[in-house]
């Protein structure tokens, strides 16, 4: 049976049965797309963490990891509009076949600039990979390639998703209500 409700009280928006079955049509997608290829998937920390390690599960590839960090959101659900750098890839992208995997494009800041400063290092190919994408929030013109779920303008929490750096290990994606904010 599948609960309304995680332990903490809050909505579960997307359950952990519909994350898992959505992350293997995903990586069914992406072994298909890169058929006869090698992969490296660029997962942004720390958000990303779940998604990546689940989604490369899925893909009956040869893929390889790497972890970037990029400053944006701090501790309020209200992001600066600045996105840095805080830790670069450890090893060179050139001529590789890039899926950058990031948890959620809410206004597409961060993954234009991310997007600009991997092309300036000349990748094979460049994609990008997002569980959540809040459409309505967008003011970039960047879209994700493998999209988990279209979500509505509600700040969410769990499955790495975090609000002050708590309920990332939450099974589930749920809303944070404003009054928890
Ligand atoms: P963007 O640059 O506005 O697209 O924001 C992307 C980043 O903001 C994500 O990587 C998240 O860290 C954070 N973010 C945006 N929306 C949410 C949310 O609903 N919950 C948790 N983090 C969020
Ligand atoms: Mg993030």
Redesign the pocket.
Known sequence: MQSSATATGLRVLISREQIAKRVAELGQQITRDYEGETLLFVG?LK?ASFFLSDLARQVSLDVTFDFISVS??GNS?R?SGE?RLVKDVDNPIEGKNVVIV??????????SFLRKQFLNHKPKSLKIAALLD?VS?RITDVHGNYVGFEIPD????GYG???AEHYRNLPDVCV?PPELQ
Do not use: A, H, N, P
């Open positions: 942004v958000g944006s959101y659900v992001s996105v990031e948890d959620i494009l809410d206004t597409g800041l961060t993954l809040k929030r509600e700040f969410v929490v998703l975090d609000y944070l």
